[in-house]
Structure formats: structure tokens, C-alpha cells
């Protein structure tokens, strides 16, 4: 007999994707008082079209195009590289860093180390004025002492539960859901 492994749990489907990036789009534009020197910075992968989408509620309300950028923070990651190996990131040039206020914006915050890599790769591309954190899913668990600005929702997990993002620019539907290992 074999054991079947234990269905996802969908923890967001597509309205309350929609929904908890409307929030986030109107949190940070009440925090910052508008459009004025806001750029978001998308981590690579899915960070990515959640800053697109960031951007274009923002629009919505605001009528201001608000500048994206795309942030591969690999060659900063601290599990990925020998040390003193640093390489630099890779971002959307003709974007201004420089007294800035960023929005770095991922589909999920766990222990820290993606954010502290993008925090140390923007920080070698300028001084922003600060830097924010918008993330669709908290699950807990940090290794450093950074939190989120903006949370779409809060999940506690255990260690052995993985919370995986799925978006229709990247895998056809858009839903949060809770992996189980067996």
C-alpha cells in the first residue's frame, strides 16, 4: 500500500490574490504619500510580476506611472556563492536608485536572507532614501532581524510546510497554496 502525499491547501485563490495586492497598492501609496520618488523593485522570480501588478493599481488609483524594476539578488545570496565570489546583481538599468524610496517587492518572506541580499545589492547600486517591503505571503521563521511593510497574509507554518506561489505570468493560475511533505 503507498502512501499518497497530502493534497496542497489553497490558503489564497485568485480574488483573494487580487484583494491582498489592492491593500498592499493602497498601503503604500497612504505610507508614502503618493507616487513622488517611488520606485518597485520586483525580487526575481515572482516578485517580479507582483511589482508589475503593484504598479499598475497604483496607476488605477493614482494615474502616476510608478518605475519597476527587476532584482536577481543571486550573486548576493549567502548559500549560493563562495565568499568573496560576489558577482553583481542584475537589475533593470535606467532605473534610479539615489534618494529613492524602494518598494522591494516578493511573493514570499521566510527566513530573510533573499531580503538582506537585495537589501546589500541595492544598496551597491546607491543610497536610496529607504527601502520598504511589500510580500504576498509571511510564513515566519526569520534567521535575521527584517520585517515586512506589507504583508498580503500572514501564515505560520511549521519547517517541514512550504507556502509556494503560483501566478498566471509564470504558471497559468494565480493562488497561494500550503505544501505538506510527508
Do not use: C
Not at 73 to 94: F, I, K, L
Not at 138 to 157: F, M, Q, S
Amino acid at each position: 500500500m503507498s502512501i499518497k502525499p497530502p493534497e496542497p491547501v489553497v490558503l489564497l485563490d485568485a480574488e483573494a490574490v487580487r484583494r491582498a495586492l489592492t491593500r498592499i497598492a493602497h498601503e503604500i501609496l497612504e505610507r508614502n504619500g503618493g507616487t513622488e520618488s517611488l520606485v518597485l523593485m520586483g525580487v526575481r522570480t515572482r516578485g517580479v510580476p507582483l511589482a508589475h501588478r503593484i504598479a499598475a493599481l497604483i496607476k488605477q488609483f493614482e494615474g502616476d506611472d510608478v518605475p519597476v524594476s527587476e532584482l536577481d539578488v543571486t550573486p548576493y545570496r549567502d548559500d549560493r556563492r563562495e565568499v568573496g565570489d560576489r558577482g553583481s546583481a542584475v537589475w533593470s538599468r535606467g532605473v534610479e536608485v539615489e534618494g529613492q524610496r524602494i518598494v522591494l517587492v516578493d511573493d514570499v518572506f521566510y527566513t530573510g536572507r533573499t531580503v538582506r541580499a537585495a537589501i546589500d545589492a541595492i544598496m551597491d547600486m546607491g543610497r536610496p532614501a529607504n527601502i520598504q517591503l511589500a510580500v504576498l505571503a509571511d510564513r515566519g521563521h526569520r534567521e535575521l532581524p527584517i520585517r515586512a511593510d506589507y504583508v498580503g497574509k500572514n501564515v505560520p507554518t511549521s519547517q517541514t510546510e512550504r507556502i509556494q506561489v503560483r501566478l498566471a505570468e509564470t504558471d497559468g493560475v494565480d493562488e497561494v497554496v500550503l505544501m505538506r511533505k510527508t
